[in-house]
């Protein structure tokens, strides 16, 4: 099994996640081969919360044009991880 650090890449900063987190829930970027037990099992033991549920989304990455040739390049995919937390439990790093 893959410790906390190799399962959360980063948490994901932006205008709907902080929506998501009046209701309880954060965003991270993880691992693209963690399962939702792995990510639950992460989040509880890097934060020391009680995970109530998980979802994960892949997103595909942008297709980029290059500026010197006429060619295209593509961003790297990503996996995200939605994950709500029961009752009033916070995650005081995305709070400051």
């Not at 297709?63 to 937390?85: E, I």
């Amino acid at each position: 099994m893959a410790s906390d650090r190799d399962v959360l890449i980063r948490p994901v900063i932006s205008e709907k996640s902080y929506g998501l987190m009046e209701k309880g829930a954060y965003v991270f970027v993880v691992d693209p081969k963690a399962s939702k037990v792995e990510i639950r099992e992460a989040v509880e033991a890097a934060f020391g919360v009680h995970v109530a549920g998980v979802n994960t989304m892949i997103r595909k990455g942008k297709r980029k044009r290059n500026r010197r040739k006429p060619t295209f390049g593509k961003r790297p995919d990503t996996k995200r991880a939605v994950v709500r937390l029961v009752g009033d439990d916070r995650i005081e790093l995305f709070e400051s």
